[in-house]
C-alpha cells in the first residue's frame, strides 16, 4: 500500500512496529510527548529524557522503545510537511497502519498547529551544507588580494579556506555576490 505522507511510498517495517508501540501509550500522553518532538524538529529545545521516560512508563516502554518511537513520530511530522499532506489524509493513513482513531487525531492537531514552523525549520536546514561566517582580508598589493573566509558546516565547525583574488576581480564579484543574494532573499 502507498501513503502519502510518505511520499506514496511503502510504510517502512520499524514504522509498522513503532505504530504498534504508540497504540500503547494514552493519545494525551502521546501529544504531549509529539510536542516535545515538533519543539525538537523546529530547534527551539533538547530533548528532556526524563520527560520521556514519565510519559512512556505506563506503557511499560523502556527508553529504547521510546527512542523509537520519538524516530517515527519525528518521520511522521517531517514526512507529512515534506509532502504537504493535510492533516485529515494523515490521520486516515495513520489509522490505515492501526494508529487508534484518538491518537491519529491527535497527531492531525498536532501537525495542523505546527505545519509552518516545521516548515521554516525544514527549509532553513535542506540544502544547507555550510555557511560563510567571516571573511577576513589577510593581505593585499596592488595587483592581488589573499582572503580568509570562515565557514561553518552543518554541525557549526569552523573550516578555514584561503582565497587569491585579482584587483581587478573584486568589484566584479562583489557586484555579482550582491546579484546572488537579492536572488536568494527573493526566494
Not at 528532556?48 to 522503545?65: R, Y
Not at 515534506?82 to 494523515?90: K, M, P
Amino acid at each position: 500500500m502507498k501513503f502519502r505522507f510518505l511520499g506514496d511510498g511503502d510504510c517502512p517495517d520499524w514504522l509498522l512496529a513503532e505504530i504498534n508501540s504508540l497504540s500503547r501509550m494514552t493519545s494525551i500522553k502521546m501529544k504531549l510527548l509529539g510536542q516535545m518532538i515538533v519543539k525538537l524538529i523546529i530547534n527551539e529545545d533538547q530533548l528532556d529524557e526524563d520527560k520521556v521516560k514519565k510519559l512512556t512508563h505506563d506503557a511499560k516502554l523502556d527508553f529504547d522503545d521510546a527512542k523509537a518511537i520519538i524516530a517515527a513520530i519525528e518521520l511522521i511530522l517531517t514526512s507529512s510537511v515534506r509532502y504537504g499532506v493535510n492533516a485529515t489524509d494523515l490521520s486516515s493513513e495513520l489509522q490505515q497502519l492501526g494508529l487508534p482513531r484518538e491518537h491519529s487525531v491527535a497527531l492531525g492537531k498536532l501537525y495542523t498547529e505546527n505545519f509552518t514552523r516545521i516548515m521554516e525549520s525544514l527549509s532553513s536546514r535542506s540544502l544547507r551544507l555550510s555557511r560563510l561566517a567571516s571573511v577576513n582580508v589577510i593581505s593585499s598589493d596592488k595587483v592581488f588580494v589573499n582572503l580568509s573566509l570562515v565557514l561553518k558546516n552543518k554541525n557549526n565547525q569552523e573550516i578555514e579556506k584561503f582565497v587569491n583574488l585579482s584587483k581587478s576581480d573584486v568589484p566584479v564579484i562583489l557586484t555579482e555576490m550582491k546579484k546572488v543574494r537579492a536572488i536568494m532573499d527573493g526566494v
